[in-house]
């Protein structure tokens, strides 16, 4: 059984399972360094890091593209594998990203897969990353905006079962992710899974 981590590169998932499982697993600075499906083992489960989407450094935009395309077939074909899918956004970045796309007419992949996550009824947790380079007065406004863009009504307060503000880097709200995990988790009567969460 999996958890499955997908997002644009540079958003921080290998932090966000070095946060979950305790494992030493490379992270980059430059968007793109993981580039091909990681397997992470974690008890009796497998925590799974998709590539990044979007921009890549050096990356042509037919590779990106075969990104993308991978990963929406690896989400189909082990759907029954999958217990959760998280979706692991940057506070910083998301909202003028989104806004971007819309201006060129496009739907942004980031809201595409969040819709397709919860099409697969893959339980999908928004875990907002980077959330201490957010200012604390503007942290509300923020997740509200994002929790907009995704179609889901403010306040985001009221998705704290779908929305998780965190920081992999500093551990800020890594509790209430494991505690949602948890809870997902349980919930699909798989619990006894759990034991490597601490």
């Not at 690896?74 to 979706?87: D, P, T």
Request: charged share 30%.
């Amino acid at each position: 059984m999996e958890i499955i981590l997908v997002g644009r590169s540079n958003v921080g998932k290998s932090s966000v399972i070095r946060q979950l499982t305790g494992k030493k697993i490379p992270i980059g600075r430059r968007p793109g360094v993981t580039r091909r499906i990681a397997r992470y083992r974690a008890g009796k489960m497998e925590i799974v890091d998709m590539p990044g989407f979007g921009f890549m450094s050096g990356v042509s935009s037919a590779v990106q593209e075969k990104i993308k395309t991978e990963i929406v077939r690896y989400l189909e074909q082990n759907r029954s594998r999958i217990m959760l899918a998280m979706e692991v956004v940057d506070a910083r970045s998301f909202s003028e990203i989104v806004e971007r796309w819309q201006r060129r007419g496009q739907i942004p992949i980031d809201v595409e897969l969040f819709s397709f996550l919860q099409e697969l009824e893959l339980n999908p947790i928004l875990v907002v990353n980077k959330i201490d380079l957010i200012r604390r007065v503007e942290r509300d406004a923020v997740l509200d905006d994002i929790c907009e863009k995704l179609e889901l009504p403010s306040p985001w307060r009221q998705w704290i079962d779908i929305v998780v503000p965190i920081s992999a880097k500093t551990g800020e709200g890594v509790p209430n992710l494991k505690k949602l995990i948890k809870h997902k988790i349980h919930e699909l009567g798989k619990g006894h899974l759990l034991g490597w969460l601490k």
